[in-house]
């Protein structure tokens, strides 16, 4: 039996729609938000700023009370208390994303292992206002940081004891929730597979009029191996995923991208046409200009297209994050791919489709299956991963769409080369997360003139071939190589 070191709970978020209430009892949710919306506003504003850095969602509460009482809201005050709180860990949240933006930046400026004490100490040094007297510190905070601000006023927060939840049948429950009187509970029907509990958010969706409650789903748990099977991923337009087994996961991803793409263009291009008539005719007819807003300027079908165009996205890249784990525990090695792409000319039609390149859902959707599954998630530095030859991690060779062709003829499947290239990365000292694309390059053109050396060549012998790209030449690194070698003017 193979060993366990641990356990992983598998928890979900489930929205599930309200359908059934009053009008009073819509009336006095909507008003309750309204309410609520202040409180999170002037939470933010209090607790936004720096010097509630490191804050502790449970002490928020008094501190905000000091200045807004829910009485003069009208307010039970467990109802602000928890909206309080909820703020609070929205804050604490930002907080933890400004603190990694800046280590990322802290391993780039202090990279290697002779400044492996100095990362620690100012990695130490963020989790306090101890940050403040350390100028470097200090200006990269003040960079990625900023001060939040909320103007949410469409939701509620729940505890437990702030509702009970009654079944009426199979897929139906009542949930009896705490009003602004006391002893009042605004009795609602929801639609569920399951009875709800715990914390519970409702939330009033404005797109499509409705109200919603969002809530955790617990599927249990599932024990984690202390050995787990590495496997490496290309994150890809046309297919989601494609791994270093050679498997392709979400197929369909890049095709129905494409259509939705090409949709919304081809819609917007008829608008503006009809956007210029209706200015043209606000003068000279305006009955028919208004009728051209009203009914063929509005946005309500378009928003609707694109939801469902959204949730059928959404759910290839689920189904493949599933094909890709298949219930097993990995050690899965992705690309970091949460920046934008930059300085790199194309058309504005591959801007376009590249644009609606769901990246962060690919990330967010494969995190959840690797928690359900006890796996693991390691990002590499994605620089060149497509541009590399796998069998011997130099750059003599090509990309050109679909396929890798090596130097010595070789044709490679280009998605499947990379994902290789991106598990190898993982184990790479070579080359850290958090290099930038200069010092991925210098790199790997090194290891190229190595490789090359054994063949009795050299890199610009390589470039007259046709096996190493001309743009390499180009750079500063490529022109440090060349140095004393025989033949070459210094």
């Known amino acids: 039996m193979p060993k366990k070191v641990g356990v992983t709970k598998k928890i979900s978020t489930q929205i599930v729609p309200v359908v059934g209430m009053t009008e009073s009892v819509e009336l006095e949710l909507l008003q309750t938000m309204k309410k609520l919306g202040i409180v999170r506003s002037e939470s933010y504003n209090k607790l936004g700023s720096i010097s509630h850095w490191g804050i502790d969602w449970k002490k928020a509460y008094p501190e905000v009370r000091s200045f807004r009482t829910p009485e003069s809201l009208g307010l039970p005050s467990k109802l602000m208390e928890w ?11 930002q907080q933890a994303a400004c603190i990694e933006a800046v280590i990322k930046k802290i391993y780039k400026r202090f990279s290697g292992k002779d400044n492996q004490k100095t990362r620690k100490e100012y990695a130490t040094q963020l989790k306090t206002l101890a940050f403040l007297d350390n100028s470097l510190l200090h200006r990269l905070v003040r960079k990625e940081f900023q001060r939040g601000h909320s103007w949410v006023n469409n939701q509620i927060v729940y505890q437990q004891g702030g509702y009970r939840c009654k079944r009426l049948s199979r897929n139906t429950y009542q949930l009896e929730l705490a009003g602004l009187k006391r002893g ?9 597979n399951r009875k709800i509990k715990g914390q519970i958010r409702l939330i009033y969706n404005q797109l499509v009029k409705k109200f919603e409650i ?3 789903v617990d599927h249990g748990t599932v024990e984690i191996p202390a050995d787990r099977r590495a496997i490496g991923i290309d994150k890809g337009y046309t297919e989601a995923f494609y791994d270093s087994d050679g498997q392709a996961h979400g197929k369909s991803l890049g095709k129905l991208t494409t259509q939705k793409s090409d949709r919304i263009c081809a819609k917007n291009r008829n608008r503006g046409k009809l956007w210029a008539l209706h200015r043209k005719l606000e003068n000279i007819d305006p009955v028919k200009s208004a009728r051209i807003l009203e009914n063929n300027l509005t946005r309500k079908t378009e928003n609707r297209r694109y939801r469902k165009n959204q949730s059928e996205l959404t759910a290839i890249i689920g189904a493949a994050s599933k094909s890709l784990f298949n219930g097993e525990s990995l050690k899965v090695f992705a690309e970091y791919l949460t920046q934008p792409i930059q300085n790199k ?8 489709k590249l644009n609606s390149w769901m990246k962060g859902q690919m990330r967010d959707s ?10 693991v998630v390691t990002e590499v530095q994605p620089s060149y991963t497509s541009q590399v030859d796998s069998r011997n991690g130099t750059l003599l060779g090509k990309r050109t769409g679909d396929n890798f062709t090596g130097f010595d003829g070789v044709v490679l499947q280009a998605d499947y080369n990379a994902a290789k290239n991106v598990l190898a990365r993982g184990t790479d000292n070579g080359i850290t997360r958090y290099m930038n694309k200069t010092e991925v390059q210098a790199v790997l053109l090194r290891r190229t003139a190595r490789f090359l050396k054994g063949m ?3 890199l610009l012998d390589a470039v007259e071939l046709g096996w190493l790209d001309c743009k390499h030449s180009k750079t500063r690194a490529f022109k440090q190589l060349l140095v004393g070698m025989p033949g070459t003017p210094k």
């Open 214 to 216: 969002y809530f955790l």
């Open 366 to 375: 494969l995190q959840k299956w690797a928690n359900w599954t006890g796996s």
């Open 345 to 352: 000319r194309q058309s504005k039609a591959m801007s376009r």
């Open 83 to 93: 909206t309080v709180s909820d703020t609070a860990k929205a804050i604490a949240a």
């Open 456 to 458: 009795g060549l050299s």
């Open 184 to 192: 009042k509970r605004n009795k609602i029907v929801v639609r569920s």
